[in-house]
């Protein structure tokens, strides 16, 4: 059984401008940041948002939430000087739609201050979590979001400290220098099934790095207390990257209160450029996520370098997911599942997602794999989750077209 990876989204390849994004009010640069929470009624207006999404600027229109089908909420970061604009768009093309945060800027502020109560020294916290053997696994306070310093710190010395339980794996480097690292869980002989677990290749995605996190926690403090977790060891070997993207994950640290610094989600690649309709448009990173050989540049994807979802130049192009491909072809024949954690939604999507009615050959038992997992995510905290492939749970209403 082999459960593939998840996309955030699924849509159709149009590229097409909208008017009234394209001019820009300078006078209002110091004004807030609002989030648009957009429910498209029918499918005209869904398509609309759909082509928008693939063609915008992020700094113009961020879409947090994709559009997907209709009557679900479409959530857009707007930037001080496009928020008029982008009202008299809404109304213009009568949206149903509400401002669903007034000023970014200060609700990050605000929780900025929340999370000072209990604010962290990255530098004094390392030495003791280098110094420090007694408790080193379990010092990293669940709830935190560490630096990819400290997260890659904590890995060194749960492998130094746990010999034939965890080890350390290093697949490559980013753009800026940082050692994409993970860790490999088990005793790793060739009979043995791999699983796969990885988060962060979009940057701002903090609640999917910290659940990676969470389950290295899991792994090495409750190995002893939870005979399941004994048993995935014996006859597993894990991997689990919290990570993918740490260029694009420390630059959404850098200033938390910043709305265009804080929901980054891309690499921090160089500048690229392409011509949008106007001019000559020029933005650094690329979508990591759809930058990948499989389909590549198809659907769900932007040639726009300024679009949150930039495929990049070629396909693996950047050396975060080239390295990642070469790691995962390196375990062919023997991956039993891969899992991508991303946020925010609650779905739980299995391949393929570039079309319709298209399956992979073991989709009955990934099927059944996934109406378990999401029966057991419903019975932990009642949280529902929906699962199907991309076009089936988030594309639903292309039926109807
Ligand atoms: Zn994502």
């Known amino acids: 059984m082999i459960i593939r990876a998840i996309l955030c989204i ?17 006078t209002k640069r110091d004004g807030p940041f609002k989030v648009f929470r957009i ?7 869904l398509l609309h948002m759909i082509r928008l999404f693939e063609t915008a600027d992020s700094e113009r229109a961020d879409f947090w939430h994709a559009p997907s089908v209709v009557n679900q909420t479409i959530d857009v970061m707007v930037g001080p000087e496009h928020t008029d604009q982008f009202s008299l768009f809404l109304e213009k093309h009568q949206y149903p739609f509400q401002v669903a945060i007034h000023d970014l800027r200060q609700a ?3 929780r900025e201050g929340d999370l000072e109560t209990h604010a962290i020294d990255d530098s004094s916290f390392l030495r003791r979590l ?9 010092r ?17 010395r749960i492998a130094e400290n746990l010999p034939g339980i965890a080890t350390i794996v290093e697949i490559g480097t980013t753009v800026e220098g940082r050692t994409i690292t993970g860790l490999k869980f088990g005793n790793d002989t060739p009979d043995k099934k791999v699983v796969v677990i990885d988060a962060g290749i979009h940057a701002r995605e903090w609640a999917a790095i910290h659940t990676a996190t969470y389950f290295i926690h899991l792994m090495i403090n409750s190995r002893e207390t939870d005979d399941r977790i004994g048993s995935y060891l014996d006859n597993l070997v894990i991997y689990i990257f919290p990570v993918l993207n740490p260029d694009g994950y420390e630059y959404t640290r850098t200033d938390k209160t910043n709305p265009r610094a804080r929901m980054w989600r891309k690499s921090r690649s160089a500048a690229k450029c392409a011509f949008d309709g106007l001019s000559d448009a020029c933005c650094m990173g690329v979508d990591l996520n759809r930058n990948f050989e499989f389909r590549f540049g198809e659907i769900g994807a932007s040639r726009y370098p300024c679009s949150e979802i930039y495929h990049g130049p070629t396909a693996v192009s950047e050396p975060e997911t080239k390295a990642y491909s070469q790691f995962l072809r390196s375990l062919k024949g023997r991956m039993e599942a891969y899992i991508t954690l991303h946020s925010y939604s609650q779905l ?15 989709i009955d038992e990934t ?10 995510l419903g019975r932990l905290y009642g949280t529902k989750y929906r699962h199907g492939t991309g076009p089936e749970i988030i594309c639903e209403s292309k039926k109807n077209r």
């Not at 429910?39 to 207006?45: D, K, M, R, S, T």
């Not at 669940?142 to 400290?150: I, P």
């Open 10 to 26: 699924y849509s159709a390849a149009l590229i097409v401008n909208i008017s009234g994004l394209d001019t820009k009010n300078e």
């Open 39 to 45: 429910l498209p009624a029918n499918n005209e207006q």
């Open 108 to 110: 990050l502020i605000d």
């Open 130 to 138: 280098n110094d420090d053997d007694i408790g080193f696994h379990s």
């Open 140 to 156: 990293l306070k669940m709830g935190e979001y560490y630096s990819y310093n400290v997260l890659s710190t904590w890995m060194h």
């Open 348 to 362: 739980w999507i299995y391949s393929y997602s570039h079309r319709k009615f298209t399956y992979a050959p073991d």
């Open 367 to 376: 099927r059944r794999v996934a109406a378990k997992a999401v029966a057991e």
